[in-house]
């Protein structure tokens, strides 16, 4: 099953680089959070969604393309959790860091990840405790976490905050690296990077995947109260994560 979300986070990606490659017309508007959506960010979900279909008809999806009614969904233990066009900003103004992002939720759990980046052709995945990088199709080589004596912080290109800069005042000796979408947990997974850290809003398919990938990789996501991630539709009032940080242990 891997290897088919694998493959169908390529065909994703493939029809955003048709728009992204091209003078294709795109059709932007914005949400009620004033985040950019376009037709590419539609177009990649249902590609994703009827792929999935067939590979798990019984599981229900939820994708951030569309609206949920949390109490329709609060029973839903298991199920996909799918972000086509993670970083529609990036895509936007076009530097590359954009990625499809598939999570199969488990008892509540991301226990499988797939992150493809279209631009770079890079692809990460996991199942499990384990966790893969894929620069070509077939060459495919296991991650893990790695420490640094000067820790590599990657934070959010768009997303400025007051309390991270705080949080950085707190910290003597670190590296730091602006970049888009998952591919900070990404990153920290296969041991270029240490910490992620996260105040603004993300929601849970802003995490899913990477945080099924990172934690594969040996890394942990925790909240700023030290919990995991909440992936139970049935406790909570809404889709938006607390803050949090992605890390090595």
């Given at each position: 099953m891997l290897d088919k979300i694998c493959q169908l986070a390529r065909c994703a990606g493939h029809s955003i680089m048709n728009f992204y490659n091209s003078q294709e017309y795109l059709n932007i508007s914005y949400k009620s959070d004033n985040t950019p959506v376009t037709n590419v960010d539609r177009e990649a979900s249902n590609i994703i969604k009827k792929g999935i279909v067939l590979i798990t008809p019984n599981v229900p999806?939820?994708?951030?393309?569309?609206?949920?009614?949390?109490?329709?969904?609060?029973?839903?233990?298991?199920?996909?959790?799918?972000?086509?066009l993670d970083g529609t900003k990036e895509f936007l103004k076009k530097n590359g860091?954009?990625?499809v992002n598939i999570c199969l939720i488990k008892n509540n759990i991301p226990i499988l990840g797939v992150i493809y980046a279209p631009v770079l052709d890079i692809l990460y995945s996991s199942y499990k405790n384990n966790a893969w990088k894929e620069k070509k199709i077939g060459c495919k080589r296991k991650i893990h976490v790695s420490k640094a004596n000067i820790p590599l912080l990657v934070i959010s290109r768009s997303h400025p905050n007051e309390k991270l800069k705080q949080y950085?005042?707190?910290?003597?000796n670190y590296k730091i690296k602006k970049l888009g979408s998952s591919l900070k947990f990404c990153l920290i997974a296969e041991g270029k990077a240490?910490?992620?850290?996260?105040?603004?809003?993300?929601?849970?398919w802003d995490t899913a995947a990477g945080n099924a990938i990172l934690v594969a990789s040996g890394g942990i996501v925790k909240t700023w109260t030290n919990h995991n991630l909440n992936y139970s539709l049935s406790t909570?009032?809404?889709?938006?994560n607390p803050g949090f940080y992605a890390s090595v242990l």
């Open positions: 999806i939820v994708s951030e393309e569309e609206n949920y009614d949390l109490n329709i969904c609060k029973n839903w233990n298991n199920y996909w959790l799918i972000d086509p860091e954009f990625t950085l005042k707190n910290i003597k240490q910490i992620y850290p996260r105040f603004g809003n993300t929601n849970i909570r009032s809404s889709f938006i």
